[in-house]
């Protein structure tokens, strides 16, 4: 396929702009030379764009068992909703009057997602999961402060924890306590207790964790961090595995954060937009960013909250997102919500059984809305890699699963295959995956050189990431 830029011809174009009729305010700040822009036709342009759709994968394409993505389908409908001009012809600096349907929005938003977490306050303003760790880690540094506890530098971070977490405790400015797991996939009591202490800030506990176990232990797992004097944040990225049928709050978890964009109905994937928001318990509702939307005698409107940590987004984040997430849970409704959530566990271990015929997992345990398998066995027996499994999917039409990750596993692919999948669906699934393995034992060097359906085959990922090519360079 041919970039834009190589389909440029010199003079042609599809501008509709007319000539600039504002006086230019600051001619120092105006572009000397133009802008190099492809030169192309709108049908060039479109026909570009097609191009391009048809060589990406996406949900409407076929499975996309992306472990801890949650590329689910999301149904029409919630990006109906949120095209409404109601909600997108608004401005966020106009008068709280005439915006009182978005105000309802953020309003019912943070009911409905306080209940399913067991919270009593959230903010939408974090615009990703990580962005919601990171918030949440300064609400708990907000609290410690605020008590003039300066002893507490160190969040633990088990490590069956997502990679975001550690990195979001470092960037909230903590040390990061490293707890190992045991060989059964869950925190490790006994090391738990040694590294809490004094200088404990909080603990950050992604359940179900990245091996897709929910922690037996957790209600004692919380019990450790609070006698410490710390507080507990729950990595909730991944409650399509749980909501509805267990609450954060419940287990003793002071903060918590969700993603939108993989659990409540946005499409995500290519960078966003995304929404992470953050829940947290009464007593830590006063440090929030933004302001809330409050009940007042005119309706709703904008109230700050007296210690907030300051803004960590412009506005309200971003709303759109949130209006999908509402129209998510009130068309599912409570019954809907927990069938999700069943399906999404009863889906995954389908599959896990289903696969267990030829490949190894790495935990035998029943898992959540995802598993992982080694492919250490074959590495060692046919020179088989996870990443080859991964490629030969392609040929299939899957999307690869996560690869790599956890860490604490070797040769790890990471599957989920998500709620929304028809047993038709995971069936086809198991079958390739099962096919792969058998090819792989007849014809390894087909396995190893796959893709070889797709418009580009194996890539050099050495060479991409030693000498990356990060930009057209221009012959003229
Ligand atoms: C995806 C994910 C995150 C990070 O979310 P982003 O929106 O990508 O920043 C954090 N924790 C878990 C468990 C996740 O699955």
């Not at 401005?91 to 005439?98: C, D, G, S, W």
């Not at 924890?161 to 060989?183: C, D, F, K, L, R």
């Not at 393995?437 to 050495?462: G, M």
Request: charged residues 20%; proline residues 7%; hydrophobic residues 40%.
């Amino acid at each position: 396929m041919k970039l834009i830029f190589e389909r440029s011809v010199e003079g042609r174009g599809c501008s509709l702009l007319p000539e600039c009729d504002v006086p230019v305010v600051m001619p120092s700040m105006e572009r000397k030379s133009p802008l190099r822009l492809p030169q192309v036709s709108e049908n060039d342009i479109s026909r570009h764009y097609t191009q391009l759709a048809n060589a990406t994968h996406g949900v409407n394409d076929g499975a996309y068992p992306l472990g801890s993505c949650t590329m689910k389908y999301n149904p029409k409908v919630n990006d109906e909703a949120a095209s409404l001009p109601g909600f997108t012809r608004v401005h966020p600096l106009q008068p709280e009057e005439t915006v009182q349907g978005c105000l309802h929005v953020l309003h019912d938003a943070e009911k409905i997602f306080c209940e399913i977490t067991g919270m009593d306050a959230m903010t939408f303003q974090p615009a990703a999961g990580a962005h919601g760790e990171f918030t949440g880690l300064l609400l708990i540094r907000a609290f410690h402060e605020s008590r003039g506890d300066s002893r507490r530098t160190k969040i633990i971070v088990p490590d069956s924890a997502h990679g975001t977490n550690p990195a979001s405790a470092v960037m909230a400015g903590y040390q990061v306590v490293n707890i190992p797991s045991t060989p059964e996939g869950c925190v490790d009591l006994e090391k738990l207790a040694e590294a809490a202490g004094e200088d404990t800030a909080g603990l950050m506990l992604t359940n179900p964790n990245t091996v897709g176990l929910f922690d037996k232990n957790i209600l004692e797992i919380t019990r450790i961090i609070h006698e410490a004097g710390g507080l507990c944040y729950y990595d909730g990225a991944n409650l399509n595995a749980v909501m509805g049928v267990v609450r954060p709050g419940d287990m003793g978890f002071d903060v918590v954060h969700l993603n939108l964009h993989k659990t409540f109905s946005t499409p995500h994937g290519g960078g966003g937009p995304g929404s992470g928001p953050v829940g947290c318990k009464e007593f830590l509702k006063q440090f929030l960013p933004g302001r809330e939307a409050a009940e007042g005698e005119q309706g709703l409107y904008l109230r700050e909250y007296p210690g907030s940590i300051g803004m960590v987004r412009a506005f309200y984040g971003n709303f759109l997102v949130v209006v999908r997430a509402l129209c998510y849970c009130l068309t599912l409704g409570p019954e809907g919500i927990v069938q999700a959530a069943h399906m999404a566990v009863l889906n995954a271990n389908y599959v896990r059984v289903r696969l267990s015929e030829a490949y190894k997992m790495a935990y035998e345990e029943t898992c959540m809305h995802e598993f992982v398998m080694t492919l250490q066995p074959e590495k060692e027996t046919m020179g088989i890699t996870a990443v080859d499994v991964a490629k030969a999917l392609l040929d299939y039409g899957i999307h690869p699963p996560t690869m790599y990750f956890p860490l604490i596993v070797h040769e790890a692919l990471m599957i989920e295959p998500t709620e929304t999948e028809s047993m038709e669906n995971l069936d086809e699934l198991a079958e390739a995956f099962l096919e792969i393995h058998r090819k792989a034992q007849e014809d390894p060097e087909w396995i190893r050189s796959a893709p070889h359906t797709t418009p580009i085959t194996r890539l050099d990922e050495v060479g991409a990431a030693r000498n990356p090519r990060l930009h057209y360079e221009f012959t003229r």
